[in-house]
Antibody
Framework: QVQLVQSGAEVKKPGASVKVSCKAS????????IDWVRQATGQGPEWMGW????????GYAPKFRGRVTMTRDTSVSTAYMELTSLTSDDTAVYFC?????????????WGQGTLVTVSS | QSVLTQPPSASGTPGQRVTISCSGS????????VNWYQQFPGSAPKLLIY???QRPSGVPDRFSGSKSGTSASLAISGLQSEDEADYYC????????????FGGGTKLTVL
């Protein structure tokens, strides 16, 4: 079955960077886009961007351009999301999600989430 | 402030039918299909409805979706206690360089 397993919780200081990983299994990693979505406590999800693991093409939400980088390592079927210049507003659970179908589809399957806490 | 507007709460008694609305604009719901997700505390969202009215395998047919103009709705019939959760709508916004927008969520309480 499709599984997206994310790296563990992180605690960062303001100004630092964080890199979250998302290891895929149960399907051909390069056939489906990966989206990254974050959710602060008590808030709705917030889309950060997407990446095509086959081509490396990516698109970022305007709010995160310049601070976020999405990459992948196809040899280990893993996607990565790095966010820089962290502030307390970046404290949230970060999810990776697979598109429902090949091509640009809204998220279907989700990882378990990674809590990133930004605190001095 | 979420781009898609949902009522913050909804409620119903077991067996009832409940509807949750999601309002957007011409650039998102008006031009694209809608997904609905169910989320329990401490868990990831789970896909309930895709392409506005399609159910993934394994989702009970008590859940249904519809879309009209710039609004979408999720209906839950035969409400059960285990349906108590948060529900979110999502849609693409814009064209080729578009992005995904979500609703702020509706907390469903089964009385």
């Amino acid at each position: 079955q499709v599984q997206l397993v994310q790296s563990g919780a992180e605690v960062k200081k303001p100004g630092a960077s964080v890199k979250v990983s998302c290891k895929a299994s149960g399907y051909t990693f390069t056939s489906y886009d990966i989206d990254w979505v974050r959710q602060a406590t008590g808030q709705g999800p917030e889309w950060m961007g997407w990446m095509n693991p086959h081509s490396g093409d990516r698109g970022y939400a305007p709010k995160f351009r310049g601070r976020v980088t999405m990459t992948r390592d196809t040899s280990v079927s893993t996607a990565y999301m790095e966010l820089t210049s962290l502030t307390s507003d970046d404290t949230a659970v970060y999810f990776c999600a697979r598109g429902l179908r090949p091509g640009r589809w809204l998220p279907g399957d989700w990882g378990q989430g990674t809590l990133v806490t930004v605190s001095s | 402030q979420s781009v898609l507007t949902q009522p913050p709460s909804a409620s119903g008694t077991p067996g009832q039918r409940v509807t949750i609305s999601c309002s957007g604009s011409g650039s998102n719901i008006g031009s694209n299909t809608v997904n609905w997700y169910q989320q329990f505390p401490g868990s990831a969202p789970k896909l309930l409805i895709y392409s506005s009215n399609q159910r993934p395998s394994g989702v009970p047919d008590r859940f249904s979706g519809s879309k009209s103009g710039t609004s979408a709705s999720l209906a839950i019939s035969g409400l059960q206690s285990e349906d108590e959760a948060d529900y979110y709508c999502a849609a693409w916004d814009g064209g080729l360089n578009g992005y995904v927008v979500f609703g702020g969520g509706t907390k469903l309480t089964v009385l």
